[in-house]
C-alpha cells in the first residue's frame, strides 16, 4: 500500500533527511575545498572516529526518544572497558571479560531505569547523579593507572579488512551497522518500538491506551545500558587501552549527534538512522576542518553551533504542534 | 431487560471532599444515555467509575447483571468497555493506524511474528482503514499522522478506536467540548452510528442542545448522585437544567416538582 504524502509530511515523518542532505553537502564542501579529504583512507578515518560516539548515540537516542536524557553513557562505558581490562589482566578469559563487562553495562541502565520508574525521578539528576558516581567508581578502580589490551578478542573490533583492495574497513563497522539495523527494525518494526515512541510523545496517553508505560522506559534504559557496552569494545578496538581518563565529553558528544541527526530532545520524535547521519556529521566536520587547516577549539565552536541549530529547527519546525 | 452496565450506590471520597455519594447508573442495550450535570458534581468519577480508572470505596458495578471489579482502565476493557477520554489519549505523532491499534497490536503470523515480533502493519493498516470507512470517518491515508489532522478527525480517530474494540459499551467524554459547530454535528453523527451498529454509549456532555438531539434518555447528576433520568422526549431542556441545578426535583412518581415552593412550605 503505497499512499502519497505531501513534502511538510514527508519531512515531518523523516526526521533524517535535513540532517542527511547536510552530511552530503558538508562532504562535498570538503571534498572539493581541501585536495586530502575525498581520499578513501581519509574517509574510512572519518567513519572509524565515528564509532565509539555513535555507539554511544545509538543508545542515547532510545533515551531521548522517550524524552529523557543520560548524561551516564560514556562514564558507563569507561567503566565497562577498564572491567574488561582488567579482569583480563588479572586472568580472566578474555570473551567472559568482555560479556561481564558489557552486562554491567547494560545493570548500570537497569539502574538508571529503575531510578527513573521506579522513583519517578527526572533521568537528568539520575544520570548526572550516576555519572558523578560511575565516574568515581572507574577511578577508585583503576587507581590511577591504564591498562593496555593485548588480546585479539577485545582489539576484534579494530581489525582492518579491505574491501575491493582499497577501502579500509574494520569489523567495528560492521556492529555498528548490524547494531543499527537491530534498533531500527525494533523501533519501527515491532510494538516495542511503538510503545517507544508513544510514551515519549504522551506518557499519560499511552498509559491509557494500555501500554506499560515504566516497563517501557526501563527496557529503553537497560537496551541503552547494553549499547554502551558495545561502544566500550568499540573503544577498545580503537585504542587497545582502558583509561579512566577517556571520553570525557562523551555524553555531550553523543547528546550532539542524537540532536544533530533530527531526534527531538522532547521525545516521541527521531530515528536511530538519523543518529547515525548525526555522528557522522561530527566526525566529517571535525575531520574537514582539521584538513582545512582550522584549530580544534574552532570546531568545537562550529560543533556547538550547529546542536543549537539541530534543536532551533526541531523547535520551530513543530511551533505549531507544540 | 438486564442492562448492559449498571451501579449500586457507589462512593468515592478524597480525602474530607465526596466527590461520589451513593450514586446509581444504568445503560441499556443499544441506547445512547447522556450523562450531565453541573461542575463538580461528581459526573468524572463516575465515568472513571465505570471505565476502570478510579476505584470506587463502596458500592457495586453489574456488567450484564454480574458484579465486576475494575483495578484499572485494562479490565474495563477486558469487559469490551472502551472510553474516549477527553483529551482523547492520541500520540499526536505516530499516524492513524498506529494510534487506532495503540496498545493491542497486532503481529504477523509464522516465525516473522512469533520469533522476530514483527508487527502486521499492513492487516492494521487495512482494518483501520475498513473501521473508518464503516463510521463515515473521511480522511485520506492511515499513515496520515495524527498531529496533522484537525480536531474534528483527531477525535473521530478517539472515537473510532474505542468503537472498534468496544463490544460492549463506549463511553464518550465531552467529545464535542473543543470543537466547532460543523466538526460537532459530524461527531454526532458518528455516535448516532455506533448506536445503529448495536452499541450502546454513554455520553458525558455539557451542551444541551447536542444532548436534547443524540440521547435516549438523560441521568441526571447532582452533589455526587443521580437526581434523575429522564427522556428527552417527554421533559424540555428547562427541566432537565432545573433538575442539575437543584431549582426542580423529581418525586418517587417521577414527577417534577419546584423546590423552592416545597421548602417554602416548610417541609425542611
Known amino acids: 500500500m503505497t499512499t502519497r504524502v505531501s513534502p511538510s509530511e514527508f519531512i515531518l515523518r523523516t526526521p533524517a533527511i535535513g540532517p542527511a542532505i547536510a552530511l552530503v553537502v558538508a562532504v562535498v564542501v570538503f571534498g572539493l575545498t581541501t585536495d586530502t579529504f575525498f581520499n578513501v583512507d581519509n574517509l574510512s578515518l572519518v567513519v572509524q572516529q565515528s564509532l565509539v560516539i555513535g555507539t554511544l548515540a545509538l543508545g542515547q537516542t532510545l533515551v531521548i526518544l522517550t524524552a529523557g536524557i543520560d548524561l551516564a553513557n560514556a562514564a558507563i562505558a569507561v567503566l565497562s572497558t577498564l572491567l574488561i581490562a582488567k579482569l583480563t589482566i588479572n586472568g580472566t578469559d578474555a570473551p567472559i571479560a568482555l560479556v561481564v563487562g558489557i552486562v554491567a553495562a547494560a545493570l548500570i541502565g537497569a539502574v538508571t531505569g529503575g531510578l527513573v520508574t521506579g522513583l519517578r525521578l527526572p533521568p537528568f539528576i539520575v544520570t548526572l547523579g550516576l555519572l558523578t558516581i560511575v565516574t568515581a567508581a572507574s577511578r577508585l578502580y583503576a587507581q590511577g593507572q591504564s591498562f593496555p589490551v593485548t588480546d585479539p578478542t577485545l582489539g576484534w573490533l579494530g581489525t582492518t579488512q579491505y574491501l575491493f583492495g582499497q577501502i579500509e574497513v574494520t569489523y567495528g563497522m560492521a556492529v555498528m551497522l548490524a547494531m543499527f539495523v537491530g534498533l531500527w527494525y525494533a523501533l519501527t518494526k515491532t510494538a516495542w518500538g511503538k510503545h517507544v515512541y508513544a510514551v515519549g510523545n504522551d506518557p499519560e496517553a499511552a498509559r491509557l491506551s494500555g501500554i506499560h508505560v515504566r516497563r517501557t522506559v526501563l527496557s529503553v534504559y537497560v537496551v541503552a545500558g547494553l549499547c554502551y557496552g558495545i561502544a566500550a569494545w568499540q573503544a577498545l578496538g580503537r585504542v587497545p587501552n582502558a583509561d579512566p581518563n577517556a571520553f570525557q565529553l562523551g555524553n555531550l558528544d553523543s547528546i550532539t549527534a542524537v540532536v544533530i541527526g533530527g531526534t527531538s530532545l522532547f521525545g516521541g520524535r527521531g530515528s536511530v538512522l538519523g543518529t547515525l547521519v548525526g555522528a557522522l556529521i561530527v566526525a566529517v566536520l571535525r575531520s574537514g576542518l582539521t584538513q582545512a587547516g582550522i584549530d580544534n577549539l574552532y570546531q568545537d565552536v562550529a560543533t556547538g553551533a550547529l546542536v543549537i541549530a539541530a534543536v532551533a529547527v526541531d523547535r520551530f519546525s513543530r511551533g505549531r504542534q507544540r | ?268
Open chain 2, 1 to 268: 431487560m438486564t442492562p448492559v452496565l449498571e451501579a449500586h450506590g457507589l462512593v468515592k471520597r478524597y480525602g474530607r471532599v465526596t466527590a461520589m455519594d451513593g450514586a446509581d447508573f444504568e445503560l441499556s442495550a443499544g441506547e445512547v444515555l447522556a450523562v450531565v450535570g453541573d461542575n463538580g458534581a461528581g459526573k468524572s468519577t463516575l465515568i472513571k467509575a465505570l471505565s476502570g480508572a478510579v476505584v470506587p470505596d463502596a458500592g457495586q458495578i453489574l456488567v450484564e447483571g454480574k458484579p465486576v471489579r475494575f483495578h484499572g482502565p485494562l479490565d474495563a476493557r477486558r469487559y469490551g468497555i472502551e472510553t474516549v477520554y477527553q483529551d482523547l489519549a492520541l500520540a499526536p505523532a505516530l499516524d492513524i493506524a498506529t494510534n487506532l491499534f495503540l496498545g493491542r497490536e497486532r503481529r504477523r503470523s509464522g516465525p516473522l511474528g512469533a520469533l522476530f515480533r514483527r508487527l502486521d502493519a499492513k492487516g492494521m493498516r487495512r482494518d483501520a482503514r475498513r473501521v473508518l470507512d464503516e463510521l463515515g470517518i473521511d480522511v485520506k491515508s492511515m499513515t496520515q499522522l495524527v498531529e496533522t489532522l484537525s480536531g474534528g478527525q483527531r477525535q473521530a480517530v478517539a472515537v473510532a478506536r474505542a468503537a472498534a474494540f468496544g463490544s460492549r459499551v463506549v463511553i464518550m467524554d465531552e467529545p464535542t467540548a473543543a470543537l466547532g459547530v460543523q466538526e460537532s454535528g459530524r461527531v454526532l453523527e458518528l455516535i448516532d452510528r455506533i448506536r445503529d451498529r448495536g452499541l450502546p454509549v454513554v455520553l458525558i456532555s455539557h451542551n444541551m442542545p447536542h444532548v436534547f438531539e443524540i440521547a435516549d434518555r438523560v441521568h441526571v447528576h447532582r452533589l455526587g448522585k443521580r437526581v434523575a433520568v429522564v427522556s428527552p422526549k417527554t421533559h424540555s431542556m428547562n427541566a432537565v437544567v432545573g433538575l442539575l441545578t437543584g431549582a426542580l426535583r423529581m418525586g418517587d412518581d417521577g414527577t417534577i416538582e419546584e423546590v423552592g415552593l416545597t421548602t417554602g412550605l416548610g417541609r425542611s
